[in-house]
């Protein structure tokens, strides 16, 4: 699989994704809770992809390290409220948010990698947004919802910039 055509998947996946928790409500259920360790997950099995596609760097391994950390991380904060799932999921934001600017910043020579610089740099700000938050009346899931919209959108756009392989 291509660059390119792994970033049209992390869109397909991050806009159902997103429009699935949208719809399961504010509050953590089965349906919200299955979302939420998944979300994670999918993008460990993502850089995975991308490790055998374009060659093994010791940034993807971080980023699959701190992504199955945070699936595990998230199925023990489901059973404390959503302050804590936005507290995982704002630490993960940060550090795979650092990772993905790396990456990026690494790539720039493959072209179109200027959508994955600033979605970096943005999730490392939404992170700290969200644990900044932590301490707000009546948290939701549903923000989420945009972090990872805006997220795969960023991936497409990337993947219609990145040059043909």
Same mark, same amino acid.
């Given at each position: 699989?291509?660059?390119?055509?792994?970033?049209?998947?992390?869109?397909?996946?991050?806009?159902?994704?997103?429009?699935?928790?949208?719809?399961?409500?504010?509050?953590?259920?089965?349906?919200?809770?299955?979302?939420?360790?998944?979300?994670?997950?999918?993008?460990?099995?993502?850089?995975?992809?991308?490790?055998?596609?374009?060659?093994?760097?010791?940034?993807?391994?971080?980023?699959?390290?701190?992504?199955?950390?945070?699936?595990?991380?998230?199925?023990?904060?489901?059973?404390?409220?959503?302050?804590?799932?936005?507290?995982?999921?704002?630490?993960?934001?940060?550090? /795979?948010?650092?990772?993905? !600017? @790396?990456?990026?910043? $690494?790539?720039?020579? *493959? =072209? +179109?990698?200027?959508?994955? &610089?600033?979605?970096?740099?943005?999730?490392?700000?939404?992170?700290?947004?969200?644990?900044?938050?932590?301490? /707000?009346?009546?948290?939701? !899931? @549903?923000?989420?919802? $945009?972090?990872?919209? *805006? =997220? +795969?959108?960023?991936?497409? &756009?990337?993947?219609?910039?990145?040059?043909?392989?």
């Amino acid at each position: 699989m291509t660059l390119r055509q792994l970033y049209f998947v992390r869109f397909g996946f991050a806009l159902a994704w997103a429009a699935l928790l949208f719809g399961t409500g504010a509050d953590l259920n089965p349906v919200s809770i299955a979302l939420l360790v998944s979300y994670p997950l999918f993008d460990v099995a993502a850089a995975i992809v991308d490790l055998r596609a374009n060659g093994p760097t010791p940034t993807l391994w971080a980023n699959v390290a701190v992504s199955t950390l945070t699936a595990a991380g998230l199925a023990v904060a489901v059973t404390s409220g959503i302050p804590a799932v936005l507290g995982v999921w704002g630490a993960w934001a940060v550090a /795979a948010g650092a990772i993905q !600017l @790396v990456v990026a910043l $690494g790539r720039r020579a *493959l =072209g +179109g990698q200027w959508p994955m &610089i600033i979605s970096g740099g943005q999730s490392v700000l939404v992170g700290i947004t969200f644990l900044l938050q932590l301490g /707000a009346e009546n948290p939701t !899931l @549903v923000t989420l919802s $945009g972090y990872a919209l *805006l =997220g +795969g959108v960023y991936f497409l &756009i990337s993947a219609f910039r990145l040059r043909k392989s």
